[in-house]
């Protein structure tokens, strides 16, 4: 490809509108263009690495036995009923009416539609195992689309669906995606962790996510360096904390002016943070939901998510507050509570003694309060944020925590949607019972964000040679020298015979612009046709390391493909 007649235009300014490093530098590199918020135009070459992408994963999908199917992206509600997801799903599923009235939406995972097509087709065991699969536009309503591709409502994604006569079948197909989903992203060069994790709405038995670490992850993921134990921080359980063993003080009240927050507070009392009783209050609909928690710790919404059984709930604000309690944001307590109130006691506040607690008294605090003589415990459960040094569940050593971005997801499902839509198959007996099932899927074009999120640098992005949008860049510094020229166009239709994806930068440009171009949209290997062409020499650069070396003309596309070829072992 003549990168004078493609259709690649990169910026030299910094986008001012983005935060993660690959949304910036995909919108550098003219990858990416926003058409509205969280939904993105692919450009050439961001679709060659997206297509290098599928290819890899259409691979490794046909080698675990995989078939692929492609479904529709308009899906009728009646399906989504059947599962009741239709109203389950939450605000996240684009709805919409046809001309006649009839309810759909955009599909944003496909359980129901695979689970219909398998019903219509399939109805014994000896048909079994069975994995279906598609790479299609997924749409979802996220709340907060951000950091490009990472988080956005229209995205492309890998998901496969497996089917079989019994739970054992079931895991044998899990363990087989899951060994499936290691080669890809190994095959990807991507580092990523395999983490325990919730079901979320998808639903079924258990799951395993697959993330990269990264500042601009949404994810917290917690693992053990002990024991290998790694998990999503939402599904790790925290204890009840170790009950005190010290002298119960006198219950009093204080006036405590200017600390509205836990740590004006600790530092007017001189008390540490964790004696404080944190209350955070929730609204669920018209419910008010009250969270107590120490007050050095943080409530993990996807746990109390968990715990309430629904997203559709929000943090009360200083007039709600007021409302209901009569008092300000940062003096709220359990103490005088209408009787509507649900409380939520965290396990972290289990057994401390003598702590300072609210009243829903402006500039008044109790301190020296004691659970069992002066307040009663209510409920305990666990919505405590996991955070770095809390205790491994599996062997009590020291968590470490960070960041991640999950770029697969697989679930084993069991009957979740096989039951309620009667996908039904007969067993060995002749018995009729709901198949098992299992899905999984891989965010494509978040594993663009991905790549660049783990290989780039202060010059700009540095692909892996497996899905490079051009393995090679030929750059001829000076498009006016003849010899130059005519050497550069050799090169170029030399490294195309030998099957090289390669691009020349015949752009009437200053070479600097050009050198900067190559660093920055990552080629592999870039190779610099300049003044040493009369010495039967070209200059070599390696993205990766760094390294520069002199060729010999004669033998240099040879050496650059066989370089490409060891890459991509």
């Known amino acids: ?44 070459p961001a679709l060659k690495v997206i297509r290098k992408i599928e290819s890899i994963v259409r691979k490794e999908m046909e080698r675990s036995g995989a078939q692929e199917v492609l479904l529709s992206v308009l899906n009728p509600s009646e399906l989504w009923k059947e599962t009741g997801r239709w109203e389950a799903y939450g605000r996240e599923l684009f709805t919409l009416k046809d001309r006649h009235g009839r309810e759909y939406c955009l599909g944003p995972t496909h359980e129901e539609e695979i689970t219909d097509l398998f019903r219509s087709f399939v109805n014994s065991y000896k048909k079994l195992p069975l994995i279906l699969y598609q790479i299609q536009v997924k749409f979802r309503d996220e709340k907060r689309p951000r ?46 962790l395999l983490a325990e994790a919730s079901v979320g709405t998808i639903g079924g038995k258990m799951s395993h996510e697959f993330i990269v670490l990264t500042d601009y992850g949404e994810a917290r993921v917690a693992f053990c360096e002990n024991c290998g134990y790694c998990a ?45 009783l944190k209350a955070v209050l929730y609204l669920k609909g018209e419910e008010p939901i009250m969270v107590l928690i120490r007050g050095d710790r943080e409530v993990d919404e996807k746990k109390l998510e968990a715990v309430l059984g629904t997203d559709e709930f929000r943090l009360a604000t200083d007039e709600d507050i007021k409302r209901l309690l009569n008092t300000s944001k940062g003096f709220v307590g359990p103490f005088n509570l209408p009787p509507n109130f649900n409380v939520l006691w965290d396990n972290s506040v289990y057994g401390i003694k003598n702590m300072v607690v609210a009243l829903n008294e402006d500039n008044y605090h109790y301190i020296n309060v004691n659970a ?12 405590c ?36 839509m009667r996908a039904f198959i007969k067993d060995r007996s002749g018995q009729e019972k709901p198949v098992v099932m299992g899905c999984y899927g891989i965010g494509i074009s978040r594993c663009l964000s991905a ?105 240099a596309i040879q050496e650059v493909k066989s370089l490409i070829e060891k890459d991509k072992l």
């Not at 069992?372 to 415990?377: N, P, V």
């Not at 691009?503 to 290997?525: N, Q, V």
């Open 147 to 192: 950091f490009g591709l990472i988080r956005s409502r229209e995205f492309i994604m890998k998901d496969a669906y497996s089917f079989d006569e019994d739970e054992f079948s079931a895991m044998i197909s899990y363990e087989t995606m899951k060994f499936a989903y290691e080669r890809i992203f190994k095959k990807l060069r991507l580092k990523t």
């Open 372 to 383: 069992g003589r002066d307040i009663q415990y209510g409920k305990f459960v666990d919505v």
């Open 451 to 555: 790549i660049v999120e783990q290989y780039h640098d202060e010059k700009g992005i540095k692909f892996p040679t497996v899905v490079a949008p051009f393995e090679l860049d030929i750059i001829c510094v000076n498009q006016s020298d003849e010899v130059q020229k005519n050497t550069a166009e050799k090169l170029y239709t030399l490294a195309m015979e030998l099957g090289l994806d390669v691009i020349y930068d015949d752009r009437d440009e200053s070479p600097g612009f050009k050198f900067a171009d190559g660093e920055l949209c990552g080629f592999p290997y870039i190779l610099v046709v300049g003044k040493k062409v009369k010495e039967g020499k070209v200059e070599l650069w390696i993205r990766h390391t760094g390294e520069r070396k002199e060729l010999n003309l004669d033998t």
């Open 1 to 44: 490809m003549r990168w004078s007649r493609y259709f690649w235009h990169t910026l030299k300014e910094e986008p001012t509108d983005a935060e993660a490093n690959s949304h910036k530098l995909l919108l550098k590199v003219g990858f990416i263009k926003q058409v509205a918020s969280g939904i993105y135009e692919y450009t050439p």
């Open 385 to 420: 944020q996991v955070e770095e040094g809390d205790p491994c569940p599996k062997c009590g050593a020291p968590l470490r925590v960070g960041r991640g971005l999950e770029l697969g997801h697989i679930f084993l499902l069991g009957t979740r949607y096989s039951e309620p």
């Open 232 to 276: 999503n921080t939402e599904i790790v359980p925290l204890p009840k904390h170790k009950e005190e063993q010290e002298q119960e003080k006198q219950m009093q009240k204080v006036y405590t002016p200017n600390t509205s927050t836990i740590a004006q507070l600790s530092d007017y009392l001189k008390i540490p943070a964790y004696k404080i």
